[in-house]
């Protein structure tokens, strides 16, 4: 299922007019223009804006219809037709995206003597992945919140912030327009159906034309998938050539109600299968590191949990990365590894056992037991 969006932006400029870009430095844009109350296709002159300079890009057909080449260096582009307001929207590209790599997009037009037409922010996708792979495909805010909302296009439709689908094999669509969203941080994730990450990237979705090509960056890391409902991503190793980090200013609220329960014992807690550290988190974390820090005879159990839905196994690997996260960013802090024990229990060990999702959040923890 795709998820459409809009939001309000354009501008006019006059600016002077050189030649057509040379391939190599820009993409293929393609697309259609209509009239937003009567929905007739309409034919416009297309220009990439740098700057001062202004480039006349090429023209559509009758119908509406272009095809053009937008220089990688263009801020901007304008969509001009004759009695209708001129359209011109910022250009953002997320990652350098292949040289004639093809986007697709729609503009809205009103006439000049009409009110002005509430514009679109779009986020344009061209998937260049393996095309004989079943993939799982999202591409959504992080914020669960905005993910969650319901946006209105100018055409009145109800749609949701984002796109959370399947491909089967074979059907990876290559083209993808997304508009409605607010601008903000998203998150592109790419995994194939037997748990391998093609592509995991966060980026700002900005006003205007936002850019994305999604492509295997680098080699698929290898994933499983959790009984809480998502992706387990095998954490990346830290390079020993960069030293302990020091750990980072903690309130003073923080740091006297981890000393005082020392040695006793810390809890930070996760969301539904996902072992990422929260800023939070860290915040937490860094108390700790600063108590063992300030008293080196102290040893830190480091144990992982889970709640207990779904299968064991997974439940069970989701609790390890969660501990070995927890005890690895410890390390960072200046925490020796020789004072640190590592464990897990996924499920086994639930403190709130009742079916409420208030209970489940407390059983999706890590528990730090300090000891002399």
């Avoid at 006439?111 to 004989?132: F, G, T, W």
């Avoid at 089967?168 to 391998?196: F, H, I, N």
């Avoid at 990237?201 to 205007?208: A, C, I, S, Y």
Wanted: hydrophobic share 40%; aromatic share 6%; glycine share 6%.
């Amino acid at each position: 299922m795709l998820h459409l969006f809009l939001l309000p932006l354009f501008w006019v400029g006059q600016f002077d007019q050189p030649t057509q870009p040379a391939p190599t430095n820009a993409i293929q844009l393609w697309g259609i223009c209509y009239d937003v109350t009567t929905a007739v296709y309409l034919p416009v002159d297309i220009y990439a804006l740098s700057g001062t300079s202004r480039t006349r890009l090429g023209q559509s057909d009758k119908d509406g219809k272009f095809s053009v080449l937008l220089p990688l260096s263009a801020t901007s582009i304008s969509f001009v037709s004759p009695t209708y307001r001129t359209v011109t929207l910022p250009v953002t590209f997320v990652n350098k995206p292949t040289p004639m790599t093809d986007f697709g997009v729609g503009i809205i037009m009103g006439k000049q003597d009409s009110a002005v037409v509430r514009q679109a922010d779009q986020l344009l996708i061209r998937n260049e992945l393996p095309k004989d792979l079943a993939v799982d495909y999202r591409v959504e805010p992080t914020d669960p919140r905005m993910a969650v909302a319901m946006m209105i296009t100018p055409h009145g439709n109800r749609v949701l912030a984002g796109m959370r689908t399947s491909f089967r094999k074979g059907e990876l669509m290559q083209s993808v327009r997304l508009e409605g969203a607010k601008p903000g941080l998203y998150r592109a994730l790419v995994s194939t159906t037997d748990g391998r990450v093609l592509t995991d990237k966060t980026f700002t979705l900005t006003k205007g034309l936002t850019f994305l090509e999604v492509r295997a960056d680098a080699p698929a890391k290898s994933t499983s998938v959790s009984a809480e409902g998502s992706k387990i991503i095998t954490p990346n190793k830290r390079n020993p050539a960069d030293g302990p980090a020091k750990p980072a200013p903690v309130s003073a609220a923080d740091e006297k109600r981890t000393e005082t329960a020392a040695p006793g014992t810390a809890i930070v807690y996760f969301e539904q299968s996902r072992y990422e550290l929260t800023p939070e988190t860290k915040l937490s974390l860094d108390s700790v590191a600063r108590l063992m820090m300030s008293q080196p005879q102290l040893v830190a159990h480091v144990t992982g949990y889970t709640d207990n839905v779904g299968e064991q196994k997974l439940n069970l690997t989701l609790s390890e990365y969660r501990a070995k996260l927890v005890a690895g960013y410890l390390k960072k802090q200046g925490v020796s590894d020789a004072r640190l024990r590592v464990d897990w229990q996924g499920g086994n060990a639930l403190i709130s056992p009742g079916d409420a999702e208030d209970d489940k959040a407390r059983n999706r923890r890590v528990v730090i037991q300090f000891s002399r």
